[in-house]
């Protein structure tokens, strides 16, 4: 089993950047795929970015490619997301989660879960 812990989040104005954290608890990190999702009010959970056991490998969402990546560190136990050229639309609470076994694209399928940070986007 598996905590995620959030931090990073908070208000910047459009065209600015954040850089979140995870941190994870447990000794065997490196055999969960790692992987952020965030959730707008009204709206679905949705895929930001995931990211494989070794950190090789990477997936972005369409609306978020070539403005953030994301990044791990596992001998720290920590995964990033750096947000550059942020916009209002990526105002949502930011989850970090993982998951046992292969990438997947639907939250649902995720196995565990941090409690989410708020990312505001606004002037």
């Known amino acids: 089993q598996v905590q995620l812990v959030e931090s990073g989040g908070g208000l910047v104005q459009p065209g600015g950047s954040l850089r979140l954290s995870c941190a994870a608890s447990g000794r065997t990190f490196t055999t969960y795929y790692m992987g952020w999702f965030r959730q707008a009010p009204g709206k679905e959970r949705e895929f930001v970015a995931t990211?494989?056991?070794?950190?090789?490998?990477?997936y972005y969402a369409e609306s978020v490619k070539g403005r953030f990546s994301i990044s791990r560190d596992n001998a720290k136990n920590m995964v990033y997301l750096q947000m550059n050229s942020l916009k209002p639309e990526d105002t949502a609470v930011y989850y970090c989660?993982?998951?046992?076994?292969?990438?997947?694209?639907?939250?649902?399928?995720?196995?565990?879960w941090g409690q989410g940070t708020q990312v505001t986007v606004s002037l």
């Open positions: 989660a993982a998951r046992i076994g292969g990438n997947a694209w639907h939250w649902s399928t995720w196995d565990y």
């Open positions: 990211i494989s056991w070794s950190g090789s490998r990477t």
